[in-house]
């Protein structure tokens, strides 16, 4: 049992090394770089939505709060 074991183990990380050890054959744009592909809008805005939670803002006050901000953003970046 312990040789089954030990072989089990050996071939598990043989077999982990020769994945690690291939390298892709061709890259796409899918596997651009993170810093090369630009940031959605809705990603950058959701930093609006997370300080009215954090105000703990809600209905009309939440609303408010989230498109003022986003338009100060909009603003900031243009």
């Known amino acids: 049992m312990k040789l089954l074991s030990t072989l089990t183990i050996a071939a598990l990380l043989t077999a982990g090394s020769a994945f690690a ?19 959605p809008a809705a990603k950058k805005m959701g930093h609006c939505e997370r300080q009215a939670k954090a105000k703990n803002l809600t209905g009309d006050a939440a609303d408010t709060f989230v498109k003022d901000c986003k338009a100060a953003h909009a603003k900031k970046a243009g």
């Open 21 to 39: 050890a291939s390298t892709p054959t061709a890259t796409s744009g899918a596997m651009a770089t993170p810093a090369a592909a630009p940031v």
